[in-house]
C-alpha cells in the first residue's frame, strides 16, 4: 500500500523555487532515503509533508489523506523530528512526553506506560527527571525520536536525524529505524551519508530543487546512465594514490576517475583490461598495484546523475 | 477547536516554574515601578526655585516679595544684582522664575498708585508655568486688593462676586489619587504585553515551535493554553498594586472592588491577546520586543493617563479610542475615585470585551499562516 505519495510538488518563496515538481512515491513499511546537497530541498519537502508548509502547486496525499484538504488528520498519523533538536530543554524527559502524549490525547494510565515503554525502548529509562538540556547529543536525538514515536504514527518523518551524532549512537538509530519499519510504520530519512542510503529500501535523490532519481539503491546502480554501454567500473588499490590519479586521468580510455577511501574509482571503457592499466601505472612508478572489478556504489550514482543533470543545464 | 489546550497550560506552567527568578521579575518589578512612579508623579507645583532682581529695597518692595513666597509656590533660592544675571539664571536652569523689583516701585505706587512687577517665567515646563502665572496674578491681585481697601476703607469688605470652586472626590487634590489609578492601568499594560509578546517568538527561535505545528494542537488550543497562566500571574500582580495603592498611596477605592477586579481581568485578556497578536507577527524577539514599545507608547500618552484625552485633536482622540488602557483608566479612575458602578461604567467594560475577544481571535486566525 501507498504510505506516501506526490504528484509534482511545487513550492516557490517568491522568485525562489525551493521545491520543483517533485513526484514519488514511497510503500507502507519502507524505509525511504531523502539525499541532496544541502540547499537543495529536502527540508522543504519534509516541511510541506508535514503540514508546515503550503504546497505552491501540486499535491502530496499521506496515509491515503490530502496534504490540502485534511492536513489536521494527517497530524494524527505522522510523527516528526527535526534538523535541530526541538524539544523544550527546560522540561524533563518525562515531562516533554508527558506533553506531547497528552496532545494527541494520550492520559492516564495509557500515557504513563506508552512513555515508560518508549523510554525503554529509546533506551531512556531513568533519565525520566533529567532537564532535556542537559542531554548529550546522542540521547537528544533519542529523546526527539521517542517524542515522534509516542503517539504510534504510522508514518515518520525525520529530518537528518544523524547529524552531527558519533558512529555508535548513528548505528543505534538506525537499529530502531529497522525495528520501527519492521512493524509497518514508514519512515522518510533525509540524510547525507552514503552507508545510511544503501540501507534503505528506497532513495531518491534531489539536486537543485529537482528529484533526478528515485527507485531501490539496487535499482539505481543498475540504470543504463549509470553504466553507459561500453564501460566498466573498476578500483584500484595501489601507492602512491594521488600520483596515479593524476595518471588514469589522462589515459585515453578512462571516462572519470574519483579516490573513494583508500581506491580509486575508475569509470573506463570496456576494452581497457586491468593488466592494460596496472602496466601504465608500473611505468611512472607507482607501486603495490591492485586492479578489480566492481559495481558502481550510490555515491558513484548520484554523482553520475548530478553531472548529467548540470551538463543538460549548460 | 481548542485541542490541546491543558497540554499546553500544563506545559507553560512547568516553564514558568522552572525559572523562579523570572517570575520574581514580573511580580516584584510592576510594585517597585509603581513605588517609584507614585512618589515621582506630583503634579501639585510647590517651593518653584526663583530669584529675585530687587532694584528697590523699600518697605514696598519687600512686601511683594513676602506675598509671593507666602503662597509656597515661590522659594527665593538667588537674588540676582542684575538684568543679565536674572536671565541667565533662568537659561542655565538655576530657577524657573525671575522676578524683578524696578527702582521707581515704591515711587510709583505713592506718586501714582500704579506700580508694575516682572515676573520672567521658564516655559519648558508647561505644569510648572501654567501655576506660576496663575499664581502671580492672584498675587498682584491680591495686593491691589488689599492697597485699594487701605485707600477707600469699606466697613465690612467682601467681593462682590465670590467663586468657591469645590473639590468632588479628591478633595485634598492629591495628584496620588489622579496618578496611580492610571498608573497601574499602564504598568498592568506594559508587564502583561511583554508577557505573550515574547512566548510564541521563543518557541519559534528555539524551534520548538515546529514540532509543536506537526502535532494536533489547534491554535486556539494552544493561543489559551500559553495564556491562561499569564493571566492568574498578572491577576496576582493587579491584586499587589491595588494593595499598594490602597494602603502605601492611601488611595481608597469609592467603588465597587468586585466590578474592579472584573473589569481588570477583561483588560488583562486584552492586553495579553494584544502581546499574543504579537508573538504571532513577529519573527524574533528583538522584532516582538520592538513592536511591543510600538503599543506601549500610544498607552502611556493617548489613554488619558498623562494628557487629558478632551484636549487631544480630534484624530489623536479617535486613536485613543483603539488602545484598550484608555477604557481601563477610565473604569480605573471611575471607580476607585468617583464611586461609579456598572450603570456609569458599562460602555467601556463593553469596549474591553469587545477589544479582548477581537485581539485574541485575530491572533488565533492569523496564527496558523504565519508558518507559510
Known sequence: MTAILLQELTKRFGTLTAVNSVSLEVNEGEIYGFLGPNGSGKSTVIKLLCGLLEPTSGTAWIAGKNVRQDPEAIREQIGYMSQRFSLYEDLTVEENLHFFGSIYGLSGRLLQNRSREVMQLLDLSGRGRQLAGTLSGGLKQRLALAGAILHQPRIMFLDEPTAGIDPVARRELWDLFFHFSSQGITLFVTTHYMDEAERCTSVGYIYLSQLIATGEPEGLKKLPEVNPSGTRRLEINCHPITQALRILRTAPYVRDATIFGQAIHLLADASASESDIERDLQIQGVTSILVRPIEPSLEDVFVLLTRRQEAARV | ?372
Request: charged letters at 15%; a positive charge.
Open chain 2, 1 to 372: 477547536m481548542f485541542r490541546g489546550i491543558f497540554s499546553v497550560l500544563y506545559k507553560e506552567t512547568i516553564q514558568i516554574r522552572r525559572d523562579p527568578f523570572t517570575l520574581f521579575l514580573i511580580l516584584a518589578l510592576p510594585l517597585f515601578q509603581l513605588l517609584m512612579f507614585g512618589y515621582a508623579i506630583n503634579t501639585n507645583v510647590r517651593n518653584i526655585r526663583t530669584a529675585v532682581y530687587n532694584l528697590d529695597h523699600r518697605r514696598a518692595s519687600r512686601e511683594i516679595i513676602d506675598a509671593f513666597t507666602n503662597t509656597e509656590y515661590f522659594q527665593i533660592v538667588r537674588w540676582a544684582q542684575s538684568d543679565q544675571e536674572l536671565n541667565d539664571l533662568i537659561v542655565a536652569g538655576e530657577v524657573k522664575i525671575g522676578i524683578k523689583i524696578p527702582a521707581d516701585y515704591t515711587d510709583n505706587l505713592l506718586k501714582w498708585g500704579r506700580a508694575t512687577v516682572l515676573v520672567l517665567i521658564d516655559g519648558s515646563d508647561s505644569s510648572i508655568a501654567s501655576q506660576a502665572v496663575a499664581v502671580s496674578n492672584s498675587v498682584g491681585l491680591s495686593q491691589s486688593l488689599r492697597r485699594l481697601l487701605e485707600q477707600h476703607p469699606v466697613p465690612e469688605p467682601a467681593l462682590a462676586v465670590e467663586v468657591r470652586p469645590k473639590m468632588l472626590f479628591n478633595p485634598d487634590m492629591r495628584s496620588a489619587n489622579f496618578m496611580v489609578p492610571g498608573l497601574i492601568a499602564i504598568i498592568l499594560q506594559i508587564i502583561t504585553t511583554f508577557l505573550t509578546a515574547f512566548s510564541i517568538v521563543r518557541e519559534r527561535e528555539r524551534g520548538t515551535l515546529e514540532q509543536l505545528l506537526v502535532t494536533p494542537v489547534r491554535p486556539a488550543g494552544l493561543m489559551l493554553g500559553k495564556l491562561a497562566p499569564y493571566c492568574v500571574i498578572a491577576f496576582l500582580e493587579t491584586c499587589g498594586v491595588l494593595v499598594v495603592m490602597r494602603w502605601i498611596f492611601d488611595v481608597p477605592i469609592q467603588g465597587n472592588l468586585l466590578l474592579l477586579l472584573a473589569v481588570a481581568v477583561l483588560f488583562l485578556l486584552t492586553a495579553l491577546g494584544i502581546g499574543l497578536l504579537i508573538s504571532t507577527r513577529a519573527q524574533n524577539q528583538v522584532q516582538a520586543m520592538q513592536m511591543a514599545y510600538f503599543v506601549i507608547l500610544p498607552s502611556i500618552l493617548l489613554s488619558g493617563f498623562v494628557f487629558p484625552r478632551e484636549s487631544m485633536p480630534a484624530v489623536m482622540q479617535w486613536v485613543g479610542y483603539l488602545i484598550p488602557a484608555s477604557y481601563f483608566i477610565e473604569v480605573m479612575r471611575g471607580i476607585v475615585l468617583r464611586g461609579a458602578g456598572w450603570l456609569e461604567l458599562w460602555e467601556n467594560i463593553a469596549a474591553l470585551a469587545l477589544m479582548g475577544f477581537l485581539f485574541l481571535t485575530v491572533s488565533a486566525l492569523r496564527f496558523r499562516k504565519t508558518l507559510g
